[in-house]
């Protein structure tokens, strides 16, 4: 029976960016679904009851959820490329740093750029101690996984990609190359990357659909 991959996800959702960057890092063929979540399939309710979000990845009609779950699932299952790190101290430090990305930055690149106007100073402020010690962490590698796109690094797409997008799509600035040059290095090699470059959606698009979204959101308040 031949092998069955499906992923359901939202174009421009970074979440759903870094499940379709480690299946072509691994070059699995895959079905993918866009889902609108303002009218969910019948199909996502039925794999993920629980949270009824995406991304969802169903292989063999086994569903597999949360993005960082997802992406060590992805790792464990397909040979070829490796997203984890063998030795076990370095994949408890991917893992921490993944985790780090998800607990801390992207809350706070969401609420400068989103979030209720008192509350996006502060958020503003978060921002910019984040991605300084991301900055720290990088060093003088190329990418957080070393010389090669790791778990970290597709983890990060919400800063090498989305980060871009929001500031442009908001009108402000969080990530300057003056104050960050290690970071701003590595979204350079990072967007460079042809596998990156196939799982992102289009920026112009994707900026003119947020302003008119946030627009439209902060109008029926």
């Known amino acids: 029976m031949a092998e ?33 979540l303002d009218n969910k399939s019948p199909l996502l309710l039925k794999y993920n009851p629980v949270h009824k979000k995406v991304p ?11 993005s ?9 299952t397909w040979q070829g490329y490796p997203i984890l790190p063998e030795d076990p101290y370095e994949r408890a430090t991917a893992r921490f740093w993944a985790k780090f990305i998800d607990d801390k930055c992207f809350p706070a690149i969401f609420k400068s ?17 984040v991605l300084k010690i991301l900055e720290d962490e990088l060093k003088e590698k190329k990418f957080f996984g070393g010389e090669n796109v790791g778990l970290v690094d597709i983890v990060a ?7 871009g997008v929001y500031e442009e799509a908001a009108r402000v600035e969080l990530l300057n190359k003056e104050k960050l040059p290690r970071l701003c290095n590595w ?6 990357n042809s596998f990156i470059k196939e799982s ?7 900026i003119a659909y947020l302003r008119n979204y946030y627009r439209s959101d902060n109008a029926s308040k």
Do not use: M
């Open 4 to 36: 069955e991959v499906v992923l359901f996800g939202v174009r421009g959702s970074p979440f759903t960016c870094r499940i379709e960057i480690a299946l072509k890092l691994k070059g699995v063929q895959y079905k993918y679904i866009n889902e609108d």
């Open 56 to 66: 969802v990845l169903v292989h063999n009609g086994k569903p597999v959820l949360e």
């Open 68 to 76: 960082l779950v997802i992406l060590e699932y992805i790792d464990e």
């Open 113 to 129: 750029c989103w979030g209720e106007e008192k509350e996006r100073e502060k958020a503003v402020e978060e921002v910019s101690v």
């Open 157 to 163: 797409v919400v800063i090498g990609f989305s980060l």
């Open 187 to 192: 979204i350079d090699d990072f967007l460079s």
């Open 200 to 206: 992102l959606p289009p920026r112009d698009k994707l």
